[in-house]
């Protein structure tokens, strides 16, 4: 149970939600083929996210997308 709430602590964390993204962001990357940037990311309480420059590029170097601030709910 302590180990639950550490984690879930840990996760509030601003350098550890970056870290976590990133390495989200990274693999989805490589799956999909296409270059994908996040320059930061917000979670409040595991139940939104806000995602700061995100930028999609398809596979010629076109933008698909560019969001200055992203939100998920």
């Not at 709430?5 to 939600?17: D, F, N, Y």
């Not at 270059?35 to 170097?61: C, F, H, N, P, Q």
């Amino acid at each position: 149970m302590v180990l639950i709430l550490a984690i879930l602590l840990l996760l509030q964390l601003r350098p550890i939600q970056n870290y976590l993204a990133k390495e989200v962001v990274g693999k989805v990357a490589i799956q999909t083929n296409h270059a994908i940037s996040v320059d930061k990311v917000k979670v409040s309480w595991l139940d939104r996210a806000t995602l700061e420059s995100l930028l999609i590029k398809d596979l010629e170097g076109d933008t698909l997308l560019y969001a200055k601030e992203f939100k998920v709910n």
